[in-house]
C-alpha cells in the first residue's frame, strides 16, 4: 500500500477553518483518498474520501492537488467536539485483496482551543 | 439500529489464559474486521472476512483466530494470552458486495489487559 505522510499535532481555535494536510507522493492511479477520525475512547469514524475530484459533505471537504500526491483535509469551522486523530489511508478497490482494508498511519492528533 | 457492538468492554487476563471478543452488527454488513491500537499508534489488522464462513489473515494474525458462524456476528480468539497482546480491539463491519465503495463502521473497542 502507498504510504501517507501527516504532522503529528495540529492546533485550532475554536470556530475558525482548520487545514489538515497529508502528503502520498507515491499514490497509485487507482488509490482512493479517505479520511477518518478517532475521538477520545472511541472507534474511528469514516469523515470523507475522494480519488481526483475535490468533495464535499456536511462534515467536511476534502481538496485534492492537481497531480495526487497531496491532499488537504479542511474543516471550515472547528469545534471543540473536533479533537481528534485525523488519518489520512490510501485504499485501492483493485488490489484484489477480496476486501476493502484499510491501513492506519499515526494520524495528526487535532487540538482545539476554546 | 445499534450498529457495531463489541462485548466485553473491558477485561483483565493472566498470561496463557484464553478469552473470546464478540462483535455484533446490525446493518446486514458483508465484510468484518478486527484491529488492535497500542498506544500512540494507529490500528493494525489482525484478521478480516468477507462473508459468513469465511475468514482471512491480517497484518498482524500471529496469537488470534476468528470465526464468522453467522453473518452479523465476528469473534476473536486468543488461545494462550500473552503480555504483548495488551492493546485495544476494534472490530469494524461494511457492507461490501457491489458496492464499490463502503466506509467501515467502528465499534467502541475492548481494553485488554494482559498480566
Known amino acids: 500500500d502507498a504510504k501517507t505522510t501527516q504532522p503529528n499535532s495540529m492546533e485550532s481555535n475554536e470556530e475558525e477553518p482548520v487545514h489538515l494536510p497529508c502528503n502520498h507522493s507515491?499514490?497509485?492511479?487507482?488509490?482512493?483518498i479517505h479520511w477518518y477520525r478517532q475521538l477520545p475512547s472511541q472507534g474511528p469514524e469514516y469523515v470523507i474520501h475522494g480519488l481526483t475530484s475535490n468533495v464535499n459533505n456536511r462534515m467536511a471537504s476534502l481538496a485534492i492537488a492537481e497531480d495526487r500526491k497531496s491532499s488537504t483535509l479542511i474543516l471550515h469551522r472547528a469545534t471543540l467536539r473536533d479533537a481528534a486523530v485525523y488519518y489520512c489511508?490510501?485504499?485501492?478497490?483493485?488490489?484484489?485483496?477480496?476486501?476493502?482494508?484499510?491501513?492506519f498511519g499515526k494520524g495528526t492528533k487535532l487540538s482545539v482551543i476554546p | 439500529n445499534a450498529g457495531v457492538t463489541q462485548t466485553p468492554k473491558f477485561r483483565v487476563l493472566k498470561t496463557g489464559q484464553s478469552m473470546t471478543l464478540l462483535c455484533a452488527q446490525d446493518m446486514n454488513h458483508e465484510y468484518m474486521y478486527w484491529y488492535r491500537q497500542d498506544p500512540g499508534m494507529g490500528l493494525r489488522l489482525i484478521h478480516y472476512s468477507v462473508g459468513e464462513g469465511t475468514t482471512a489473515k491480517g497484518e498482524v494474525p500471529d496469537g488470534y483466530n476468528v470465526s464468522r458462524l453467522k453473518k452479523q456476528n465476528f469473534l476473536l480468539g486468543l488461545e494462550s494470552a500473552a503480555p504483548s497482546q495488551t492493546s485495544v480491539y476494534f472490530c469494524a463491519s461494511n457492507a461490501g458486495g457491489s458496492s464499490f465503495y463502503n466506509e467501515q463502521f467502528f465499534g467502541p473497542g475492548t481494553r485488554l489487559t494482559v498480566l
Open positions: 489511508i490510501l485504499s485501492d478497490p483493485y488490489s484484489g485483496a477480496g476486501s476493502y482494508q484499510l491501513t
Open positions: 507515491t499514490i497509485s492511479g487507482t488509490d482512493y
